[in-house]
């Protein structure tokens, strides 16, 4: 791996797909439970007036895989992620260790941030479609326990209201999300100073600066789908 030739490596890419990927699930699946619940709950109160609590399943299903889901898995993995890539690079960075990098004629962008982009840009869809699966099942908890709905029923209001465009662009999302997590997590990491003080503003930076790119991608992907009329 001398003289400029070096190439993003499988191994390296695996590994990064592996902590961005299978070691997110637990906490994105916590998460988006209890967001199914609370959803649930709240909409159980409202509906509960008109005696049309079985469209709750209807409210979860169509938030949840719109946006919601994307959007809460956007945020934890900016907390999670993000930050974890900020602070990495930004370790490496105080330590002279992308200095050296470059000295030996590789590239820190395709070396340490492209595997990073690449791994949370596949994943992200990956985690929004189970956090969408996951927030439904939460639910359908609070809908069969509270509301005295059958778990066929749920199902039945589910999949009637669960559209493939809600659902593709919730994904969609999610991938957006993952590119724009990745490369605010790696540019602050590059950008830390070279000391513990300027390894923690990154990861802070990582965070905020993630979860305020998501926000204004939902914001811009929503007129854009709005216009569009889909």
Same mark, same amino acid.
């Given at each position: 791996?001398?003289?400029?030739?070096?190439?993003?490596?499988?191994?390296?890419?695996?590994? &990064?797909?592996?902590?961005?990927?299978?070691?997110?699930?637990?906490?994105?699946?916590?998460?988006?439970?209890?967001?199914?619940?609370?959803?649930?709950? @709240?909409?159980?109160?409202?509906?509960?007036?008109?005696?049309? &609590?079985?469209?709750?399943?209807?409210?979860?299903?169509?938030?949840?895989?719109?946006?919601?889901?994307?959007?809460?898995?956007?945020?934890?993995?900016?907390?999670?992620t993000g930050?974890?890539?900020?602070? &990495?690079?930004?370790?490496?960075?105080?330590?002279?260790?992308?200095?050296?990098?470059?000295?030996?004629?590789?590239?820190?962008?395709?070396?340490?941030?492209?595997?990073?982009?690449?791994?949370?840009?596949?994943?992200?869809?990956?985690?929004?479609?189970?956090?969408?699966? @996951?927030?439904?099942?939460?639910?359908?908890?609070?809908?069969?326990?509270?509301?005295?709905?059958?778990?066929?029923?749920?199902?039945?209001?589910?999949?009637?209201?669960?559209?493939?465009?809600?659902?593709?662009?919730?994904?969609?999302?999610?991938?957006?999300?993952?590119?724009?997590?990745?490369? @605010?997590?790696?540019?602050?990491?590059?950008?830390?100073?070279?000391?513990?003080?300027?390894?923690?503003?990154?990861?802070t930076n990582?965070?905020?600066?993630?979860?305020?790119?998501?926000?204004?991608m939902t914001?811009?992907?929503?007129?854009?789908?709005?216009?569009?009329?889909?």
């Amino acid at each position: 791996m001398m003289g400029g030739h070096a190439k993003t490596r499988p191994v390296d890419l695996l590994r &990064e797909i592996d902590n961005a990927g299978p070691r997110a699930i637990p906490i994105v699946c916590l998460i988006s439970f209890m967001i199914g619940l609370i959803i649930a709950f @709240v909409g159980n109160m409202q509906l509960k007036i008109f005696g049309a &609590e079985i469209y709750v399943a209807a409210l979860v299903a169509i938030s949840t895989t719109r946006i919601l889901g994307a959007i809460m898995t956007g945020i934890i993995m900016a907390g999670r992620t993000g930050a974890s890539y900020a602070a &990495e690079i930004g370790s490496m960075r105080a330590n002279d260790e992308i200095d050296a990098i470059e000295t030996m004629g590789i590239s820190p962008t395709e070396f340490l941030v492209l595997p990073r982009v690449v791994a949370l840009t596949i994943t992200m869809p990956i985690l929004t479609m189970i956090a969408d699966i @996951v927030a439904i099942l939460g639910g359908m908890c609070v809908a069969t326990t509270i509301m005295s709905v059958s778990i066929a029923e749920y199902w039945k209001t589910t999949l009637e209201w669960i559209t493939f465009n809600n659902f593709a662009i919730g994904v969609l999302h999610g991938w957006v999300f993952g590119w724009v997590i990745a490369i @605010v997590g790696c540019w602050c990491g590059m950008r830390a100073a070279r000391n513990s003080d300027g390894i923690g503003r990154a990861t802070t930076n990582a965070v905020v600066y993630g979860i305020i790119g998501c926000v204004i991608m939902t914001a811009i992907l929503t007129i854009i789908f709005n216009w569009i009329d889909i």
